[in-house]
């Protein structure tokens, strides 16, 4: 709409942010050893690490906050979360959690089974660790343009590639496989939506098999919103229409409430199996808390009560999805190559295209998370050669993963887009400079191979 492009709020209440010197900058970033996980966040301008947590919340739910029911059990709070969540959820069952990663734990107990297969787009790495520790063998069925990041754009490359999952369950037989689970948005590879024909059609082939179907719902009013505007029969449909739809594939539905809940902290595990249920709610009270609590305050559970239908509103998802896609569209008119199209949460560079002559053991994108920080104050995150990198168990080679990318993660309803044109500026400056960057050299990494990204040192070649 033309005149209405700007932000579908008013700021009644401002954070400080601290304006730094490159050569503080520089100094701090070699006392981090160059992570960016190390730096105080005092010390960042715009800070795009993550989405996870970092919501501004609106009048509404500070004021929700003031109506929380301590009580232990049976909160009055509880109840009003669980109203909201069986209305987008369309699912009846309902237990909070302290965070996602929690109610991925549940979720891991009760469907992933040792020496069992679970399939999924790409896999969350909170669900992967728990399933590995489970020892389940956690496998990754997006479809191929999903995986390559200089392919070209496709408006669903979060999709599950069906005739992977078809040639699995022939070769290894059904009972094999103990749970089909669907992220959406899919985060791993850009937060690229998976289409409602596709969630139907993995739904059907799991459910013709006895194989039970979960979805990873941390961004369910993204995809919701991106099914809405591309795909074929949902253009007139509301956004809750379409998350309804969605969840009716699945039996069960986790999610970490700190990204489209609209809230700093909190999960949901969500189910239509009463059997599962109670489990769950055993499970809830060992590890998080009471079922009607789950490890959350009153005040907590009515903020995500009323953010979750916030999150819904249409107006606030054209505004958050045209964010992305107005950081993307400026850094492509810089020439800065990024995964197209832009998908939910932020905007992945291509690491590898945009320094053609850093190879990934010398950590691309990395490289540039540094160059961002260094130039401008901006904090983004390494998806690439350090996070997702493997060391081959048998000969102890180094694996280098399908994506390599800096992930450009957009806090909701936290950045104006002239904080996205500063980010844009840097990154097209830093571009035009290419040629006189050089890699890095990994030079700690902890015992964990998988969750050495957090506390990685490197240096400088
Ligand atoms: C963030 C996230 C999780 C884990 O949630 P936390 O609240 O961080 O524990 C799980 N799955 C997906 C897809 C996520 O984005």
Redesign the pocket.
Known sequence: MRFMTAEPFRIKMVERLKKTTKEQRQQWLKEARYNAFQIKAENVYIDCITD??TSAMSSEQWSALMLGDESYAGSKSFYKLEASVQDIFGMPYVQPTH??????YIMAKLYAKEGKFAIGNMH????RGNAEVLGALAVDYVVDNGKDTASQPHPFKGNIDITKIERLIEEKGPEQVSVVII???C?NNGGQPVSMKNIREVSNLAKSHNIPVVI????LSENAYFIQQREEGYKNKSIKEITREMFSYCETA??????DGLVN???LFVTRNEEILKHAQQLAIVHEGFITYGGLAGRDLEALAVGLQEGVDEQYLEYRINQAKYLGDRLMESGVPIIEPTGGHGVYVDGRRFFPHIPQSEFPSQRLVVALYEEAGVRAVELGACAFGAKDPITGKDIYPDVEAMRIALSRRVYTNSHMDVIANALGEIYRNRDQYKGMKLVYEGPITSLRHFTAGFELL
């Open positions: 996870s947590g965070q996602g990663r929690a109610a991925d969350f790495d909170t669900f992220t959406v948005t985060n990873d719902a941390a961004r986790t999610m970490s409430s700190k990204k902290i909190g999960g």
